[in-house]
């Protein structure tokens, strides 16, 4: 029984779940983007170089089965997408103050949640 490629697809399925959470999070952060009213970017995730290796190591991988082997795996893919694609452009994603909430670094959280912060004298 060969196993491989049932794992590469469970390992596809889950980085496009991956992927289409960070595409949400990136269309969330462009149409709040004209509330802004304090915006920084975040510092590089922890082993961000190891990430950038790994979206280089699967579009290689992706050209040699491609150009050697004539076929594609859906898994690699996935990783392609994920490591050399959204990685990076989820950077872009800038913390801070808006009109109507906090964009932290677990995502937006509007102000009437946020209970425990209030000016007393």
């Not at 590469?8 to 960070?22: D, E, T, V």
């Not at 050697?68 to 959204?86: D, I, K, N, P």
Request: proline share 7%; net charge positive; no cysteine.
């Amino acid at each position: 029984m060969d196993v491989v490629p049932g794992v590469l697809i469970a390992i596809g399925l889950w980085f496009l779940i991956a992927s289409a959470r960070i595409i949400v999070e990136v269309v969330r952060f462009k149409t709040r983007q004209k509330g802004a009213l304090l915006l920084w970017l975040p510092p590089p995730p922890p082993r961000y170089g190891l990430m950038l290796a790994l979206g280089v190591a699967s579009g290689l991988l992706i050209a040699f089965e491609i150009l050697v082997q004539h076929r594609l795996s859906f898994g690699e893919t996935m990783m392609f997408v994920y490591f050399g694609y959204l990685v990076p452009f989820s950077r872009r994603i800038a913390r801070g103050f808006f009109a109507d909430g906090i964009w932290t670094d677990s995502g937006f959280i509007p102000y009437h949640e946020i209970g425990g912060i209030s000016w007393r004298e």
